[in-house]
């Protein structure tokens, strides 16, 4: 997809997350089924597209199959719109794919089990291309943590499972089995071990989340549990935090929360407000929700269990959570190969999330320039247009007010996607009373709530007898 | 319409004009070369080449960001979807009107009878959807009292409360039917929706057909009779043209996202595909979209070539030269495969196109003064083992008044009909409604047939069907764009394949990967 036409979308998804009136006057925690995953299933990750869509790749069946795994869109709704098979994994081990993040571009980048890779997906053209490989490292000396050798108690193979941009265009990588964070440069290549910590050794359940905080210079790094023996407690989970240095390297990691025991902290989402919102995929079957300093505040479902949200299809190993708007997207794994289970689930939680930080994705306000209309003063019943310049291609929200005694009342509203460079809109003036009006213009990148507002005065006039 | 004719098929005067037209005109054949002798004997060369420049220079010229072929339900939701987004467009249509397989009928005092697409159901939101933003209400299709069951000249009334639903709980075949559709549904969750040819026994699927299934995993030789029973008005096929995969992939698509598919969902008029009809008959919908579309839809305009260009594609059609920055073909693949593509398609999506035929479905209506049949108990659904007409519904108004009943002539049953005289198909269809319903069913105020297989620009219908082998060689070019060609159109859907809501899917999914690019 060509960047202009993505930051549109992007802007558009953004503006429509926040728009829907019904989702303002839903009960925080609202649970609803956006879609079941078809088959093969397994969905471990559901990413939120910076274009508003859903993308869900389906992942390692435990109980083996030969299906190759395929990446799923969805829309805002939960409509499934189309889907890519993804090419040259191995079928005879274990194989799934995350999405996990998009570039600048708009293609997904897409982390694939067997073989251990990143892949870039053009969901354009369907062409998918390698990005970065991850090597399997042999397990370091007892006691030692390099970042050339894996600082586990066992072999095992890598697993790349998160992915989240750093601000210089590196991509960081968190690792399932491996107990390292991998880092690829800018532009692909192999990945380099970038943190390893015997804390991130959690055995057949280790790093299980990744997100860069509003700092942008500090990792949150989940742990599914430390059955590795690199920190206490090794059944429960934890969140860890390590800053980027400015020269790139990583700073101290140091322990934000640990959840309870077999609760499996499972890709977790940042707020806005800084709280966090993560999945337990363990028995618990619950969102915990910790304040910025790592207190656990809240759970929902309030009980472990048995997963009831209200909607038809429980928490099931719930595996991530993105926000789209204030709306948690859960993608919920059922481990066990419970097919009906296997969904992405729909969590009003009333607050909205951090934006993603996509290097090279511009995140500025677009400028709008030269607004005009071509009236300003117009019988009901004529179209007036509305021209305009816009630096980049925006979302573009059109409100028409009148004037009344208790103020600006709005006659109508609309929104338009527009490329960079000249364009317009119209609208009627059909049914509009007589009276002072106003059209106040938007140009919102609604994700990131920047956006630039010009205003223009327009008078309806009587209408013309006869 | 010629070799139609002589087998006594008549056109209906009062019926649209485009599905009397035949399937190659002599135009055609004059232009094609076919009788390039003739014509050049009556025109002489170098005054019809003069005569072809004059009428080339009277092409009109347009130039609009996406070009929509086909003024169907996908067209016409491609169009509607891409105008709300400010975008120009412009919809070309062969036919005289808009709505594709969808199509209204007048029966007299106003009221209308759908000629094709009817009715919709639980899980169909999108049509649903449409609807109830285009101020088209919809209602109940008549099912109060009795199904009818018609095998081997024996009538038997049913309810479709029972386990069966709409299928008849004909003891002798209660096993089979129990037992298969139960296995069909479960292998039907084993195929995407998105990808049948991805399902692991995809290979296995897609290399027998439904007959060859059947006939392995049932005992009952009346179930086996019943099967095509149920395949002709789905599929307006035979179980041996249909291909497995292709048929789970069906039953997979009788859903949502939300809800998985399942044969009983698909067949049953209660809680099924069958459940409501929408007031003044679906057309309606149409007709408000093209309303909307303010003129942008230009009737009588076969596209007949598309070439790819430096910025976009140039849609040659008779009348008309549009260039546009991208093109929307929402028709069946088989006509899809008509068009003139330059340069040439890739060769899966050609092959695709041309293995793709729709289905053989008649549909035959028969208006009565009032629903007498309800006067039994019968709510005028019937599934009988003898044909030609293997299904019926009752298509009467909401008020009951004029009463009307269709029903679905496929198959083989629809080739053979088409083969018969105008007096004898008339005569074979009352016969069948009077078995049904009683001999009142013989003496309809007003009766008519819709050929579908005879539509020159229809070439069949419900669906494309597909044979085995087709999906796992070809599935993929279903759906995948080829530069600025994007594709829409029922079979393109993943849910609901085949009915309207799919065609209401296709439309958004289509006009969302255009606005993507523009």
Known sequence: MRRPALIALALLASLLAMAPAADAQRARFDTRLLAKVPAPGFPAMAYVHP??????????????????????????????????????????????????TSDAQGRLVLLDRTPSRALLLDTDTGSFREYSTFANLAPCPPLEARTDCSPTLEDRDPMANYAVWGPDG???????????????????????????????????????????????????????????????????????????????????????????????????????????????????????????????????????????????????????ARFLGTRLIVANQSFTGNRDNQALLDVEVGEAGLPELIPGLDREAPALTRVRLSRKRVRPGRRVRVRFRVSEPATLSFRVERRTRRGWRETTSFTRRRGAGRGSAAFTTRGMRRGRHRVSVRAEDAGNNRSARVTRRLRVMRRLRG | MLANRRRGHRPD???????????????????????????????????????????????????????????????????????????????????????????????????????????????????????????????????????????????????????????????????????????????????PIDAPWEAASARDWDSQTLEQWINENSASPRFRALVPAATRPIFGAEPRELSLLFTLFYIAASGDERNAGTFERNFNTRDGAQMFRFLHGSHEICRRIAAGLDGRVKLRTPARGIELTRGGVRVVSKRYVVRARRAIVAVPPVLAGAIRYSPGLPASRSEFTRAMPQGTLLKVTAVYDRPFWRDEGLNGTAVSLNGPVNATFDDSPPDGSPGVLFGFVGGDEGRRFRGQSEADRQAAVLRNLADYFGDEALRPSRYFETDWPGAKWSRGGPVGIAAPGLLLAHGPAIRQPVGPIHWAGTETSNYWNGYMDGAVRSGKRAAREVMDEL
């Open chain 2, 13 to 191: 005067d009062n019926f649209a004009p485009e599905l009397n037209e035949p399937i190659v005109s002599r135009r055609e054949l004059l232009e094609a070369g076919a009788v390039a002798g003739a014509g050049a004997l009556a025109l002489g060369a170098p005054e019809a080449e003069a005569a072809k420049r004059r009428k080339r220079r009277r092409r009109i010229r347009r130039r609009v960001d996406v070009v929509v072929i086909g003024a169907g339900l996908a067209g016409l939701t491609a169009a509607r979807e891409l105008m709300r987004d400010d975008r120009s467009v412009l919809v070309l249509e062969a036919r005289p009107r808009i709505g594709g397989r969808v199509l209204n009928r007048p029966i007299g005092d106003g009221e209308e009878s759908e000629a094709g697409g009817t009715f919709a159901g639980p899980t169909q939101n999108h049509i649903l959807g449409l609807a109830a933003e285009l101020g088209v209400d919809t209602f109940p299709t008549f099912n109060e009292g009795e199904n009818v069951y018609f095998a081997d000249g024996e009538r038997t009334t049913y309810s479709d409360t029972g386990p069966t639903g709409t299928a008849p709980p004909d003891p002798s075949i209660l096993p089979d039917l129990a037992t298969v559709v139960t296995r069909l549904n479960e292998m039907s969750k084993e195929v």
């Open chain 1, 170 to 320: 590196s991509l960081y990588v968190s690792d399932f089995l491996q107990g390292v964070v991998w880092r690829v440069p800018p532009g692909g290549g192999a990945a380099l071990g970038w943190l390893a910590d015997r804390r991130l050794d959690g055995g057949e359940f280790g790093t299980t989340g990744l997100a860069l905080a509003a700092d942008q210079r500090t990792l949150l790094i989940a742990q599914g549990s430390s059955a590795g023996l690199g920190a206490l407690n090794p059944s429960s989970g934890k969140i860890y935090a390590v800053e980027i240095r400015p020269d790139g390297s990583p700073g101290e990691l140091r322990q934000l929360w640990e959840s309870r025991p077999a609760d499996l902290p499972d890709g977790f989402a940042i707020a806005r407000s800084g709280r966090l919102y993560v999945p337990l995929a363990g028995a618990a079957n619950q969102i915990a929700v910790l304040a910025p300093d790592g207190s656990e505040l809240e759970r929902f479902p309030s009980s472990p269990g048995d997963g009831g949200n209200g909607s038809p299809v429980p928490f099931d190993t719930p595996s991530s």
């Open chain 1, 51 to 100: 274009n508003g869509r859903i993308y869900a790749g389906t992942y390692v069946n435990p109980g083996g199959d030969s299906l190759r795994s395929r990446v799923l869109e969805y829309d805002q709704d939960g409509t499934l719109l189309r889907s890519w098979t993804v090419p040259g994994q191995d079928l005879s081990k274990d194989h799934g794919v995350q999405a996990a």
